[in-house]
């Protein structure tokens, strides 16, 4: 793999490892097979070249973009597609 200055290897490891898990359980199909998509997936590259930082986000937020990516086509977390849903609950009142 590539060196990449925002992520460490072992971090990569540990969030695939628990998003196979997850995707596996979910999707009823071995680790393996999940490892294999979820490494196919452009939320995996995300996860290796992020653009900044990883400060809060766990195996369920990547988890969560994987599933929205491939049921509704956008990469994005359940917190951000609820927001994308209801803009009205984070528009500015106007004067």
């Known amino acids: 793999m590539k060196k990449n200055k925002y992520v460490t290897e072992s971090f990569i490891n540990a969030i695939t490892k628990e998003v196979s898990i997850l995707i596996a359980a979910n999707d009823h199909m071995s ?4 490892e294999i998509l979820f490494k196919e997936s452009k939320v ?3 996860l290796c070249f992020p653009p900044d930082y990883f400060y809060e986000e766990d195996p369920q937020y990547f988890y969560e973009m994987y599933e929205n990516l491939e049921h509704k086509g956008l990469m994005v977390d359940n917190n951000q597609l609820y927001l994308m849903q209801n803009p ?6 106007t004067d």
């Open 31 to 34: 680790i393996e097979k999940a």
């Open 44 to 46: 995996y590259n995300f």
């Open 88 to 93: 009205q609950l984070y528009k500015l009142p």
